[in-house]
Nanobody, 119 residues
Framework: QVQLVESGGGLVQPGGSLRLSCVASGSIISIYRMGWYRQAPGKQRELVAS???????NYIDSVKGRFTISRDNAKNMVYLQMNSLKPEDTAVYYC?????????????WGQGTQVTVSS
């Protein structure tokens, strides 16, 4: 089993910045893809950004140029630097990882951290 714990959420004014962190612990074999999802009230959960073990990244269009995903493989951590935040970025942000063997992985989720962008 792998546990994910997110931190770094909070209340920020429009135009501000936050940095989310997520640490994975437990019986870790190898972590492959890591990502951040978000879910706003009344909306479906959506993938915000992801990063492979090799460092390739992917972002949804609405955050390109404002958010940056990164990871520290030695610490089993993934980060999401969020700049120029907008009210529409308000959501619960979830960390997500694929862990296991290259031919068989299990998906794990964190408990979520609230991000509120409001003046």
């Amino acid at each position: 089993q792998v546990q994910l714990v997110e931190s770094g959420g909070g209340l920020v004014q429009p135009g501000g910045s936050l940095r989310l962190s997520c640490v994975a612990s437990g019986s870790i074999i190898s972590i492959y893809r890591m990502g951040w999802y978000r879910q706003a009230p009344g909306k479906q959960r959506e993938l915000v950004a992801s990063i492979t073990s090799g460092g390739s990244t992917n972002y949804i269009d609405s955050v390109k140029g404002r958010f940056t995903i990164s990871r520290d493989n030695a610490k089993n951590m993934v980060y999401l630097q969020m700049n120029s935040l907008k009210p529409e970025d308000t959501a619960v942000y979830y960390c997500n990882v694929d862990e296991g063997h290259v031919t068989l992985t299990t998906e794990y989720w964190g408990q979520g951290t609230q991000v509120t962008v409001s003046s």
